[in-house]
């Protein structure tokens, strides 16, 4: 049995970035991460396609917590003690400089994860912070004021623990026993999968700005929109899929959206139609690409719209007006199931937010338990607001632990 001041299990981001500030806190404590894989660090590695997606240039609390569908209203807190410029201080600190992409995302100047992770791993060594791999947990319980946790390499006595492990059933089902309850977890960052003959041999391309809404719900969204092989991506769905996670879930992922390409109403596209046929009258409307959408995918709702390719504006019917417009405004299409979004697998569910002290992310259930990242019932879109959720929490969390 090996006695240990400060147990963190799970390491991964989170894990790591509380033990680091735990031990610059309080260089005294005996600190182990416990990981169960033989490497740590794997969302970090696989984050942003490799490059690791850092963090989100949204400067202020109240508007970071629109992007997170479970936590808005319990991060307010905790963002106005330790958000994005505080992200981006700690890591220039340890000589890792971010910067800014265009959609707002964060990444290390070098677009490589494997700065991060060796920034973490050369933390971690500097403080004398021991690395467990291959560590899985077995059990966790309380005797009198420590806590035993079996692993499968051995046993430790704590007194205090981090849960930092994200989205795991494991985990949870020892929370559960432990007297927390759990969110029942379902995806949050998913794809669309469509077949339709309307996006059919045409991925890869992008309408730049859609409203997209589900129908018989209120959930909607607003962005890009990616077609890919299997039906729909980019931050218009994905948002969608996080905000619309639960109730996605209740209909086992069948369900219809409607598009609005051009974000005009369907009478205001009619007129500009009609204009069109008129200044257009000798063209065609299959070459006459129109709304800055992209050209195939024009292609398709022309096609879609009972036209042939040689069909010319001025030759244009009301029936054959209206059907263009409807595919332009109104498209409706069928969701037939969902794809998970890369490797960056996100999860709503976990520990029930009431259980949690945000301003310490301490377990209210368990004195000296502190919870940090996914592990709670929080998530994000994507974008780096998952990792400031973790930076955020592991940072609050160690100021508590260390004291």
Same mark, same amino acid.
């Given at each position: 049995?090996?006695?240990?001041?400060?147990?963190?299990?799970?390491?991964?981001?989170?894990?790591?970035?509380?033990?680091?500030?735990?031990?610059?806190?309080?260089?005294?404590?005996?600190?182990?991460?416990?990981?169960?894989?033989?490497?740590?660090?794997?969302?970090?590695?696989?984050?942003?396609?490799?490059?690791?997606?850092?963090?989100?240039?949204?400067?202020?609390?109240?508007?970071?917590?629109?992007?997170?569908?479970?936590?808005?209203?319990?991060?307010?807190?905790?963002?106005?003690?330790?958000?994005?410029?505080?992200?981006?201080?700690?890591?220039?600190?340890?000589?890792?400089?971010?910067?800014?992409?265009?959609?707002?995302?964060?990444?290390?100047?070098?677009?490589?994860?494997?700065?991060?992770?060796?920034?973490?791993?050369?933390?971690?060594?500097?403080?004398?912070?021991?690395?467990?791999?291959?560590?899985?947990?077995?059990?966790?319980?309380?005797?009198?004021?420590?806590?035993?946790?079996?692993?499968?390499?051995?046993?430790?006595?704590?007194?205090?623990?981090?849960?930092?492990?994200?989205?795991?059933?494991?985990?949870?089902?020892?929370?559960?026993?432990?007297?927390?309850?759990?969110?029942?977890?379902?995806?949050?960052?998913?794809?669309?999968?469509?077949?339709?003959?309307?996006?059919?041999?045409?991925?890869?391309?992008?309408?730049?700005?859609?409203?997209?809404?589900?129908?018989?719900?209120?959930?909607?969204?607003?962005?890009?929109?990616?077609?890919?092989?299997?039906?729909?991506?980019?931050?218009?769905?994905?948002?969608?899929?996080?905000?619309?996670?639960?109730?996605?879930?209740?209909?086992?992922?069948?369900?219809?959206?409607?598009?609005?390409?051009?974000?005009?109403?369907?009478?205001?596209? $009619? +007129?500009? /139609?009609?204009?069109?046929?008129?200044?257009?009258?000798? %063209?065609?409307?299959? @070459? =006459? &690409?129109?709304?800055?959408?992209?050209?195939?995918?024009?292609?398709?709702?022309?096609?879609?719209?009972?036209?042939?390719?040689?069909?010319?504006?001025?030759?244009?019917?009301?029936?054959? $007006? +209206?059907? /263009?417009?409807?595919?332009?405004?109104?498209?409706?299409? %069928?969701?037939?199931? @969902? =794809? &998970?979004?890369?490797?960056?697998?996100?999860?709503?569910?976990?520990?029930?937010?009431?259980?949690?002290?945000?301003?310490?992310?301490?377990?209210?259930?368990?004195?000296?338990?502190?919870?940090?990242?996914?592990?709670?019932?929080?998530?994000?879109?994507?974008?780096?607001?998952?990792?400031?959720?973790?930076?955020?929490?592991?940072?609050?969390?160690?100021?508590?632990?260390?004291?």
């Amino acid at each position: 049995m090996t006695s240990k001041d400060v147990v963190v299990v799970g390491g991964g981001a989170a894990g790591f970035f509380a033990a680091i500030n735990i031990a610059e806190q309080n260089p005294n404590l005996k600190i182990s991460i416990l990981e169960r894989g033989a490497t740590g660090l794997g969302k970090v590695k696989v984050s942003g396609g490799g490059r690791c997606n850092v963090t989100h240039a949204e400067f202020i609390p109240k508007e970071l917590t629109q992007h997170y569908p479970r936590g808005e209203k319990e991060l307010l807190g905790p963002f106005h003690q330790f958000m994005t410029g505080d992200t981006i201080e700690w890591f220039e600190k340890r000589g890792v400089e971010l910067k800014i992409e265009d959609d707002g995302r964060m990444f290390p100047v070098s677009n490589s994860s494997q700065t991060i992770i060796d920034c973490f791993l050369n933390e971690v060594e500097k403080h004398q912070v021991e690395v467990l791999y291959n560590h899985s947990v077995k059990s966790i319980e309380l005797q009198e004021e420590l806590f035993k946790i079996e692993s499968s390499q051995g046993d430790f006595l704590s007194k205090k623990v981090l849960i930092a492990t994200g989205s795991n059933p494991k985990i949870w089902s020892l929370l559960e026993g432990l007297g927390h309850t759990i969110s029942q977890p379902v995806p949050s960052l998913f794809t669309f999968n469509i077949k339709d003959e309307r996006i059919q041999d045409i991925p890869g391309v992008v309408a730049q700005n859609v409203e997209i809404k589900v129908l018989d719900t209120d959930l909607w969204s607003e962005g890009s929109l990616l077609i890919t092989h299997w039906g729909m991506s980019a931050p218009s769905i994905l948002k969608l899929s996080a905000f619309g996670a639960l109730e996605l879930a209740k209909r086992n992922y069948k369900f219809k959206i409607e598009i609005n390409f051009i974000r005009h109403a369907f009478e205001e596209c $009619l +007129e500009i /139609l009609k204009t069109l046929k008129q200044d257009l009258a000798k %063209k065609t409307v299959f @070459k =006459s &690409t129109q709304f800055d959408l992209p050209k195939r995918l024009w292609h398709k709702l022309v096609l879609a719209s009972n036209m042939a390719i040689e069909t010319r504006w001025a030759d244009l019917n009301k029936g054959q $007006l +209206e059907n /263009l417009a409807g595919h332009l405004t109104q498209a409706v299409f %069928k969701v037939d199931g @969902k =794809s &998970t979004f890369k490797e960056e697998f996100v999860t709503a569910g976990g520990v029930n937010l009431k259980e949690v002290n945000f301003k310490t992310f301490e377990s209210k259930r368990i004195k000296n338990l502190y919870l940090a990242g996914e592990v709670i019932n929080v998530d994000a879109v994507t974008g780096g607001f998952n990792f400031q959720n973790a930076w955020t929490g592991a940072y609050i969390a160690a100021q508590n632990i260390s004291k």
